[in-house]
């Protein structure tokens, strides 16, 4: 079991004091998991804790590659009406 940090990261450092393993480590250019120390938080929290701080949609992936907070999920702008809600952000 283990949790990944992919290059969409912005390398924010919210996830790295929240994560009880100490399985976050900075690699540049982005933030990393090592898979060996990582809980996904089984035991000390309900919730993985870098997911749930993360402010980077799709940064963070489960064990089964899945976006933890899948695209929309921080916005709440359903990807397919993103460049609708863009465009009308832009033209006010």
């Known amino acids: 079991m283990s949790l990944s940090i992919i290059e969409s990261c912005?390398?924010?450092w919210a996830c790295l004091p929240v994560c009880p393993s100490d399985a976050i480590y900075d690699a540049r250019p982005h933030f990393m998991i090592d898979a060996g120390k990582c809980t996904e938080?089984?035991?000390?929290?309900?919730q993985p804790q870098c997911a749930s701080i993360c402010p980077i949609e799709g940064a963070i992936l489960d064990h089964f590659g899945e976006a933890m907070n899948p695209p929309g999920s921080l916005?709440?702008?359903p990807p397919?009406?993103?460049?609708?809600?863009m465009a009308e952000i832009q033209a006010r």
Request: one cysteine or more.
């Open 80 to 85: 397919e009406k993103l460049a609708e809600a």
């Open 75 to 77: 916005t709440g702008i």
């Open 41 to 46: 938080c089984e035991g000390d929290f309900a």
């Open 10 to 12: 912005v390398n924010c």
